[in-house]
């Protein structure tokens, strides 16, 4: 299963490259602007994780790796377990490498709360659109998964839009005061959960799929 993860990250490694420099360009701008750490953290995880993920699997598309690796004396559980842990692999480095360098380019190191409201944020969408989007793809297909996940980016943008409304900023505050990283916790442990079964439904979808 660590050797399907490896391939994802070997066919990607230039992408990775470029997509390091993004980050690094996200967080000296936003540095440079004075734009709150949340923003650029948050922005810089989505990026990264969003891109990683959809150029993995749209690369697998084109080369039918899928395909292939089921005529391989390989496991369909494996398959689709590689993907989701790869997945949780990928922001989870992204997380940290965005840390180190934000810490750097600001000269001191960023408070662990507003790191972990930020990335937590960050990854409860990303865990979100991939509990969603991965059994559509191993059921249903990638381009279905494709158009799901595009309307999902348009929902995402106007959700985006509604957040400078008065009502969603004391909604915000409103939050704030109660422990948004207490409520952030309660949710990201939901989503792992639902990221468990939705790897689960994955799995027994995969196995039952005529490739």
Do not use: C
Not at 89 to 113: D, G, Q
Not at 158 to 176: G, H
């Amino acid at each position: 299963m660590w050797q399907l993860i490896w391939k994802d990250v070997m066919i990607q490694r230039g992408s990775i490259i470029w997509l390091a420099i993004l980050l690094i360009f996200i967080v000296i701008f936003g540095v440079s602007i004075e734009m709150p750490a949340f923003i650029f953290l948050l922005l810089g995880t989505l990026i990264a994780g969003g891109s990683v993920i959809a150029r993995s699997i749209s690369r697998d598309e084109v080369n039918h790796t899928l395909l292939f690796l089921t005529s391989l004396p390989v496991s369909r559980k494996d398959i689709v377990m590689a993907r989701y842990i790869g997945t949780l692999i990928v922001m989870l480095v992204t997380m940290v490498f965005l840390y180190v360098i934000t810490s750097i380019v600001m000269w001191t190191w960023i408070p662990i709360e507003d790191f972990f409201v930020s990335m937590g944020t960050a990854l409860v969408i990303v865990l979100g659109v991939t509990t969603l989007l991965f059994p559509i793809y191993y059921w249903l297909g990638y381009d279905l998964m494709r158009y799901i996940g595009s309307g999902l980016i348009i929902f995402y943008a106007f959700l985006t839009l509604l957040v400078s409304l008065p009502i969603v900023q004391k909604a915000i505050n409103w939050l704030a005061v109660r422990g948004y990283s207490v409520i952030l916790s309660i949710l990201l442990g939901l989503m792992i959960v639902l990221y468990i079964v939705s790897m689960r439904f994955s799995i027994r979808v995969l196995g039952f799929t005529d490739l």
